[in-house]
């Protein structure tokens, strides 16, 4: 599942994730109490979050031109 090993030989990207959850999970007295570091594992795994939240940009994007607005652009000034 998590051997630490990525697909050119170095250290996974997930690896450190599943560390963590991985000694949180020896450690705990409840189950539960890993919870957020095992939602950490998953997001590093699947993106889904990171995936919803491009849809929902895409989403707001799309209804934004069909009104005939312009979509906001980032300010990357600071």
Known sequence: MASGFGLNGNVGRCYKFWQDFSKCAVEADMPGDCRI????????????????????????????KAQGKAPPRPDYST
């Open 37 to 64: 570091l095992a939602d950490d594992y998953f997001e590093c795994l699947h993106h889904k979050k990171e995936y919803a939240r491009y849809n929902e940009i895409a989403k707001r994007e799309k209804e934004l």
